[in-house]
Nanobody, 124 residues
Framework: QVQLVESGGGVVRPGGSLRLSCVAS????????MGWFRQAPGKEREFVGG????????SYPDPTKGRFTISRDNAKNTGYLQMNVLKPEDTGVYYC?????????????????WGQGTQVTVSS
C-alpha cells in the first residue's frame, strides 16, 4: 500500500501562485501514475492533471492546461503541483492519488491510494 501526504495549501489572491507537494511512502514501487484532483464545496471531485512517474509524461484537462504544471522528484518520492494565475474557481480541497496502471486517468475511482487533501483558497 502507498501512503500519500499533501502539503502546501493556503490562501492566495487571484492571479497568484501556489505549489502543492505530495510525498509518497510505503510501497512506492507499486504505483506508476500520480493524479491530482480537487473538490470545491458542493461539487464533485474533478481531475486537474496527472503524471506518469517514470517517464514524466503529464496530462491536463482544459481548465488547468497552461496554468498548472505537475512534476516529480523520484529521489524524494514527491510529486508537485505548481499552480499559476490562480482564479477564485480554483478554490477547493486538493488531493493527490496514485494508481498502478500506466494510464493517466481522469476518473477518480481507478486510483487506489489517496492523500488527506490540502485546502486551497483563492480570494481577494
Amino acid at each position: 500500500q502507498v501512503q500519500l501526504v499533501e502539503s502546501g495549501g493556503g490562501v492566495v489572491r487571484p492571479g497568484g501562485s501556489l505549489r502543492l507537494s505530495c510525498v509518497a511512502s510505503g510501497r512506492t514501487f507499486s504505483f506508476n501514475v500520480m493524479g491530482w484532483f480537487r473538490q470545491a464545496p458542493g461539487k464533485e471531485r474533478e481531475f486537474v492533471g496527472g503524471i506518469h512517474w517514470s517517464s514524466g509524461r503529464t496530462s491536463y484537462p482544459d481548465p488547468t492546461k497552461g496554468r498548472f504544471t505537475i512534476s516529480r522528484d523520484n529521489a524524494k518520492n514527491t510529486g508537485y503541483l505548481q499552480m499559476n494565475v490562480l482564479k477564485p474557481e480554483d478554490t477547493g480541497v486538493y488531493y493527490c492519488a496514485a494508481r498502478s496502471s500506466n494510464l493517466i486517468a481522469a476518473t477518480e475511482n481507478v486510483y487506489a491510494a489517496w492523500g488527506q487533501g490540502t485546502q486551497v483558497t483563492v480570494s481577494s
